[in-house]
């Protein structure tokens, strides 16, 4: 409840409260003992009312109060949430889905948005679910793949270790000549 609706609800009550208290002199002032007692019986009972109702009303300002925090804390949570949404949504931009061979997709940095960093490929799974997923190269059986160290997800890169150059990142033209080159000769 609100001041503004607080007020008209008890003015009436502060009010009657006056009128009691007046009555209680009035009867004081004739000195009579039956009237002085029933008009300090009123003025209790109206006492009692403006008691209760201001009594309502704090409980309904605590409510209000309470419901005004609730909606705040849910309002910040939402806040924090759209953030990190941007943010990841920023940070995604950076990157493009390329294949690493046929129908295997990684996310890869954009060179022009690397900044200092070295260009590298992260998983489009983890990378939904909010993690970094950034794939380290992996060697088995002279196969080249990229695997992922959080789903351990293995990306198929169709390079093989004696196509390997040294500090440069598997491209899609690397998937291209994998497997469907060399190998398949
Ligand atoms: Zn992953």
């Not at 607080?6 to 006056?18: D, E, T």
């Not at 005004?68 to 943010?87: H, M, P, T, V």
């Amino acid at each position: 409840m609100s001041l503004n609706e607080f007020l008209p609800y008890v003015s009436p009550l502060m009010s009657a409260v006056s009128t009691a208290v007046g009555a209680v002199k009035t009867a004081a002032d004739i000195g009579d003992k039956s009237k002085i007692k029933e008009a300090a019986q009123a003025l209790d009972d109206r006492l009692r009312e403006l008691n209760f109702a201001v009594l309502q009303a704090q409980e309904k300002n605590v409510a209000l109060v309470e419901k005004i925090s609730a909606l705040q804390e849910a309002g910040k949570a939402a806040q924090d949430e759209i953030r990190d949404l941007q943010l990841k949504k920023q940070d995604l931009a950076r990157y493009e889905l390329v294949a690493l061979s046929e129908d295997v997709f990684a996310y890869r940095l954009k060179a022009a948005e690397a900044d200092g960093e070295p260009v590298h490929h992260r998983c489009p799974t983890c990378v939904e679910n909010g993690k970094r997923g950034l794939l380290q190269r992996q060697k088995e059986h002279g196969a080249l793949n990229l695997v992922c160290p959080e789903c351990r997800f293995v990306y198929l890169t169709g390079k093989f270790k004696a196509m390997e150059r040294p500090g440069r990142a598997i491209t899609e033209d690397d998937a291209d000549n994998g497997p469907h080159s060399w190998m398949a000769r």
